[in-house]
């Protein structure tokens, strides 16, 4: 049997896809399902089209990746440095990392309401948000990837007469580098789920707000497709990191 190709496999998943939705469509109008129940995809696709066209999802959409992408930088750096300082210091680790987990422990979902009261209503709490949900996965991933430098390497270092921050910037960083670029991947993902859970509490503008309003308006539809572009904007980062992550390795691993 001969290998599937990159090419098959996409043909694959979009048929797969079109059988779904065919499935989901023909059930819908068989089982004569309520619209508020559960909308047919070719409703939903007149309410995405619709909002595209007059221009009503576009606002919310700028609102949701602003929060997302200053969420994402804030807390990855933090997460990034984090990491870094606790793998290159025994004491920072030992007193700091408890802490860090018990931040972690806390649902975000109940800091919103906390944040809200603090900031206000708007991007600042929804950011906040996105920020803390996104710190962890780069700071474990950051520790774990410099404390996985071989020692008979590190010990090279020393003989040569390497600084610490010599060691750091031209050993340690890019034997992490794909243990980094993995939290990146998860950050990115769960950056979307935080700002969409901050845009349920405290925000007006952003395609949670949009979900939330078109609950109480009983437009189902108009919610699977704002449930649409946050996946899609989803797979876009998520296919972006991908793409980083090529370009950053490709140095190392000589692949193109």
Same mark, same amino acid.
């Given at each position: 049997?001969?290998?599937?190709?990159? +090419?098959? &496999?996409?043909?694959?998943?979009?048929?797969?896809?079109?059988?779904?939705?065919?499935?989901?469509?023909?059930?819908?109008?068989?089982?004569?399902?309520?619209?508020?129940?559960?909308?047919?995809?070719?409703?939903?696709?007149?309410?995405?089209?619709?909002?595209?066209?007059?221009?009503?999802?576009?606002?919310?959409?700028? &609102?949701?990746?602003?929060?997302?992408?200053?969420?994402?930088?804030?807390?990855?750096?933090?997460?990034?440095?984090?990491?870094?300082?606790?793998?290159?210091?025994? +004491?920072?680790?030992?007193?700091?990392?408890?802490?860090?987990?018990?931040?972690?422990?806390?649902?975000?979902?109940? +800091?919103?309401?906390?944040?809200?009261?603090?900031?206000?209503?708007?991007?600042?709490?929804?950011?906040?948000?996105?920020?803390?949900?996104?710190?962890?996965?780069?700071?474990?991933?950051?520790?774990?990837?410099?404390?996985?430098?071989?020692?008979?390497?590190?010990?090279?270092?020393?003989?040569?007469?390497?600084?610490?921050?010599?060691?750091?910037?031209?050993?340690?960083?890019?034997?992490?580098?794909?243990?980094?670029?993995?939290?990146?991947?998860?950050?990115?993902?769960? &950056?979307?789920?935080?700002?969409?859970?901050?845009?349920?509490?405290?925000?007006?503008?952003?395609?949670?707000?949009?979900?939330?309003?078109?609950?109480?308006?009983?437009?189902?539809?108009?919610?699977?497709?704002?449930?649409?572009?946050?996946?899609?904007?989803?797979?876009?980062?998520?296919?972006?990191?991908?793409? +980083?992550?090529?370009?950053?390795?490709?140095?190392?691993?000589?692949?193109?």
């Amino acid at each position: 049997m001969k290998p599937t190709t990159a +090419l098959q &496999a996409r043909l694959m998943a979009a048929a797969l896809l079109l059988v779904l939705l065919a499935a989901w469509e023909f059930t819908v109008r068989r089982s004569g399902l309520s619209a508020l129940v559960l909308p047919a995809p070719s409703a939903v696709a007149a309410a995405l089209w619709n909002g595209v066209a007059t221009g009503y999802f576009w606002p919310h959409v700028r &609102a949701t990746l602003s929060a997302l992408l200053l969420g994402l930088v804030g807390g990855g750096a933090a997460g990034l440095l984090m990491g870094v300082a606790l793998a290159e210091s025994v +004491l920072l680790e030992r007193v700091l990392r408890p802490y860090v987990v018990v931040s972690q422990v806390v649902p975000k979902l109940a +800091l919103a309401p906390l944040f809200v009261l603090w900031f206000g209503f708007g991007i600042v709490p929804t950011a906040l948000i996105t920020a803390l949900i996104c710190f962890f996965p780069l700071m474990e991933n950051t520790l774990t990837g410099l404390k996985h430098v071989d020692p008979s390497r590190l010990q090279l270092f020393r003989m040569l007469g390497a600084t610490r921050g010599q060691t750091l910037l031209r050993l340690k960083l890019p034997v992490a580098l794909p243990f980094i670029l993995a939290g990146l991947r998860m950050a990115v993902v769960l &950056a979307l789920v935080g700002a969409v859970v901050g845009e349920f509490i405290g925000a007006s503008h952003g395609l949670g707000a949009v979900v939330i309003a078109s609950q109480g308006m009983m437009d189902t539809a108009l919610m699977f497709a704002a449930l649409f572009l946050i996946a899609l904007i989803g797979l876009v980062l998520y296919q972006a990191t991908l793409l +980083l992550e090529r370009w950053l390795l490709t140095p190392y691993t000589g692949n193109p």
